[in-house]
């Protein structure tokens, strides 16, 4: 068994960094308050998320800072007056800024090295004042600060770099993972990181509820793992846990219980290089391609869904043509997508068998006959014709699918449906490999494609 408290001295923050972290954010919230005060805006900025909680791991500084408004605000008012403040307070600091945009705006700045998000909301008491998505974070920062224990602080952290190790960390769509509060919470009704470990891998199962507060309506919601909010019985916290992560999770656990060892909680030195992963992906002897186009500029939880959407409907498209799909995965860095495509069967003869109606049924076995005569004949009691194919290469097939003609077939969302108009590039993935010189963490994904047996670690 591990020393869990060494691993622990190496995954929490040092208490010189806590200092400057809340140093940073005490400033913050002075300036906005301030100028809030200044204008006569009814706002008050308060530190939320895990900086607040003091459940961040090391390295993992970003700053939530949310601008609470009265319910009787209008939320044009909100977001107008909370983006103002948000950037007074970063031009005030002499950083750099960017709007983003989710469910709700919200300002970024680069202070000091650290990334700080300015997010304008209502100050709600109860979950059931909710206006925005946003609006119960601070419920949440306050449950957790008056009921998780400190002795359980290390316990949270243990528990989510466990989960980062092994890949099934963060509710964005892209992850599919658990989110923060989901393993505070879990921490809360299991005592400790291992107990949360010993559930997992002995009880848990599709449809499995928590409900520390005794809502009562965790029979409400149908998915995988339910973990009803204790601010808002409405709410199932673990809604962006996909299926397939609550199992990976579930098998991680159940390895550690097993076998506990320190590689839980430290990303594995791989030596990934281009020529490595060239020489692996031909010994599969498989085909592989990938297929590569610009990004449309939206939030990643607005990108990934249109991506996996185009990914899952090229596969579809393959399979319906009789090529035979091995696997394949989505992926967006630096403005660009990367979807890979790897192919058991990638040829097909240049004729196909055409499957008809009945000899019984007169009407239709007429018309059959005329349209495929002389190409067709009766096996067993049903007319059979052979038919031309009109790709007999996948490549072939995705390039038609990709033009201005046959994109009607392709299942896409309409930001990225313009950006393969615009242009794109399908290379075989040996020839991207050796003639792109792909980025480290293109090269990462790749490697974690074909090594999905290895813990990925934070490949995002």
């Not at 990225?416 to 050796?434: A, R, T």
Request: hydrophobic fraction near 35%.
């Amino acid at each position: 068994m591990p020393d869990l408290n060494l691993i622990l001295e190496k995954i929490e923050p040092s208490p010189e960094e806590k200092r400057k972290v809340k140093g940073l954010a005490s400033e913050l919230i002075g300036i906005i308050n301030q100028e809030a005060h200044k204008q006569g805006i009814p706002a008050n900025a308060i530190l939320v998320g895990s900086v607040a909680k003091g459940t961040r791991l090391a390295g993992k500084a970003d700053v939530d800072i949310f601008i609470t408004f009265p319910l009787s605000c209008s939320q044009d008012y909100l977001k107008n007056k909370g983006l103002e403040l948000g950037h007074h307070c970063i031009e005030k600091m002499e950083s750099d800024y960017e709007e983003r945009y989710a469910s709700h705006p919200y300002v970024t700045g680069f202070i000091n090295g650290y990334q700080v998000d300015f997010v304008p909301c209502y100050a709600i008491k109860i979950g059931s004042e909710l206006k925005s998505a946003v609006d119960r974070t601070v419920l949440h920062t306050e449950y957790i600060k008056a009921n998780l224990k400190p002795e359980q602080t290390g316990e949270v952290l243990l528990l989510k770099r466990f989960m980062q190790v092994v890949g099934c960390y963060g509710s964005e769509f892209k992850v599919g993972g658990f989110p923060g509060y989901l393993a505070e919470l879990l921490i809360l009704e299991y005592g400790t990181f291992l107990r949360v470990l010993e559930a997992a891998s002995k009880e848990w199962m599709p449809g499995y509820m928590v409900d520390l507060e005794e809502h009562g309506t965790a029979s409400n919601f149908h998915d995988p793992l339910v973990v009803v909010d204790p601010v808002d019985e409405n709410r199932n916290v673990a809604a962006a846990l996909t299926r397939q992560k609550m199992a990976e999770f579930v098998v991680a656990a159940s390895q550690y219980i097993e076998n506990p060892s320190p590689d839980f909680f430290f990303d594995k030195e791989r030596k990934i290089n281009a020529k490595l992963l060239k020489e692996e992906l031909i010994s599969r002897g498989t085909e592989n391609l990938i297929l590569k186009f610009h990004s449309p500029e939206l939030p990643e939880d607005a990108l990934y869904p249109q991506i996996r959407k185009t990914e899952h409907s090229l596969v579809n498209i393959l399979k319906r043509s009789g090529f035979r799909v091995w696997g394949s995965d989505s992926v967006s860095y630096h403005s660009q997508v990367f979807i890979i495509l790897e192919l058991e069967v990638y040829n097909l003869p240049p004729f196909k068998r055409h499957y008809g109606p009945q000899v019984w049924n007169r009407v239709h076995s007429r018309i059959f006959q005329e349209k495929y005569q002389p190409h067709c004949w009766v096996e067993e009691d049903a007319w059979v014709a052979l038919v031309r194919r009109d790709h007999t290469t996948a490549e072939s097939l995705l390039k038609y699918v990709i033009s201005r003609d046959g994109i009607r077939h392709l299942r896409t969302g309409r930001h990225l449906k313009d950006q393969l108009m615009d242009g794109y590039q399908l290379l075989s993935l040996p020839d991207f490999l050796e003639d792109e010189t792909p980025d480290q963490k293109v090269l990462n994904w790749l490697y974690h494609y074909l090594h999905k047996n290895e813990f990925p670690g934070d490949i995002y």
